[in-house]
Nanobody, 125 residues
Framework: QVQLVESGGGLVQPGGSLRLSCVIS????????IGWFRQAPGKEREGVLC????????YYADSVKGRFTISRDNSKNTVYLQMNNLKPEETGRYYC??????????????????WGQGTQVTVSS
């Protein structure tokens, strides 16, 4: 079975930083695209950023570009999301996800096949 397990969430003040981790088992990570998503209470899950497996490009939500970065450590089968200068509206549960092919610039959560359980991030003073 493919499993994804997120960690690293917690409470952080506005302007602070967090680094989320996603440990993936059951697949070879370097063959897969990586995506991070956020879901706030009562709202739909939305894309934060992703890294394509086809061209290696990183696609960002406009609101996080320049502050969030995605990376991976293939030897540890781990994906990371570095979040800097966090804003209160970025509170939510963060999920990592993978898919073998794609995506492109018009990416969406429906393209991703495997999901973790999420980790809660709360940005508040």
């Amino acid at each position: 079975q493919v499993q994804l397990v997120e960690s690293g969430g917690g409470l952080v003040q506005p302007g602070g930083s967090l680094r989320l981790s996603c440990v993936i088992s059951g697949l070879t990570l370097d063959d897969y695209a990586i995506g991070w998503f956020r879901q706030a209470p009562g709202k739909e899950r939305e894309g934060v950023l992703c890294k394509s497996s086809t061209d290696g490009s990183t696609y960002y939500a406009d609101s996080v570009k320049g502050r969030f970065t995605i990376s991976r450590d293939n030897s540890k089968n781990t994906v990371y999301l570095q979040m800097n200068n966090l804003k209160p509206e970025e509170t939510g549960r963060y999920y990592c996800a993978t898919v073998e092919d794609g995506p492109g610039p018009d990416w969406s959560l429906y393209e991703f096949d495997y999901w973790g359980q999420g980790t809660q991030v709360t940005v508040s003073s």
